[in-house]
């Protein structure tokens, strides 16, 4: 028998604004900062 997946809860999709997508990118590019380090931090 094949495993089966339950899932109990609707993710909804994250909507950014333009706004918000260019802090994250500038964010990103801080010294010191990375994109994974900025995309775990909105759990993008």
Do not use: D, F, H
Not at 2 to 13: A, G, H, K, N, Y
């Amino acid at each position: 028998m094949l495993p089966v997946e339950v899932i109990t809860s609707v993710q909804r999709r994250r909507r950014w604004s333009a706004e918000q997508k260019k802090a994250m990118v500038l964010e990103a590019e801080q010294l010191g900062m990375s994109v994974s380090i900025v995309a775990r931090k909105y759990e993008v």
